[in-house]
């Protein structure tokens, strides 16, 4: 039979355990699932979410198109289902993930879940500028990815002009695990990765390979 204090305390540890679980789940990011390897844009549910419009619903915390929103309080992860390529070709100078490279403003991962290396890749005729933009601080980690053909060719007016085909790490925390980036271009500096300072990257289990520019035509490092 159960005493009074001892009831006490098993309510006590119930009410705790309850707690933690809800934190925990309150913790967990949105999981942001791309359903299409196409460079597609659209505000309006239009049945598709592309790699471009999760990286928009990741920095803004909402949904955007048919991608579920982004949580405001951790961060997200944006899942590629498929070996792809997810293409990106949506060409125009500017500072945000709309059009032109991906600029990532809010921590993420972005995880290629198939048993393959998923594979992102610009199109270099069209979209003419690096992969991804790392901005704000942010943490972000890339995981079992193929990144190819980014070319920050020096569009007159682009941000940091030349540098970074592949990655831009002008601010955050990058975690380059289980991938290849080959194929990317930054005349000025880092062909595959230009890490600015006061921006830390790290890199495991990965290969970087056959990417050029002056200087650095793998990693040009001004970071940690």
């Not at 707690?19 to 309006?44: H, K, P, R």
């Not at 790699?51 to 803004?60: C, D, G, K, T, W």
């Not at 879940?113 to 005729?125: M, Q």
């Not at 695990?177 to 495991?204: F, K, L, R």
Request: proline share 3%.
């Amino acid at each position: 039979m159960l005493t009074k204090s001892r009831l006490f305390f098993l309510t006590l540890i119930l009410a705790m355990l309850t707690t933690l679980i809800n934190t925990t789940q309150v913790q967990a990011g949105a999981e942001l699932i791309v359903n299409t390897t196409d460079d597609l844009y659209s505000e309006t549910p239009q049945g598709f979410c592309s790699l471009r419009m999760a990286v928009v619903s990741a920095n803004e915390n909402r949904a955007v198109g048919s991608c579920s929103a982004g949580s405001a309080s951790s961060p997200d992860t944006i899942v590629l289902p498929t070996s792809g390529p997810y293409s990106l070709y949506l060409s125009e100078v500017g500072s945000d993930s709309y059009l032109g490279d991906l600029d990532i403003t809010q921590s993420v991962t972005i995880l290629g879940r198939h048993t393959a290396k998923v594979t992102i890749k610009a199109e270099p005729t069209q979209l003419q500028d690096r992969l991804f933009h790392i901005k704000n601080g942010s943490v972000v980690v890339f995981s079992n990815l193929s990144l190819e053909g980014g070319t920050a060719t020096g569009v007159p007016g682009a941000e940091n002009s030349g540098r970074g085909g592949g990655i831009l790490n002008e601010s955050g925390s990058v975690t380059i695990e289980n991938s290849i980036i080959s194929g990317n271009q930054g005349p000025t500096a880092g062909g595959a990765i230009e890490n600015h300072q006061g921006a830390t990257i790290t890199i495991n289990g990965s290969v970087i390979q056959n990417n050029s520019s002056s200087y650095g035509g793998g990693i040009y490092n001004n970071g940690i």
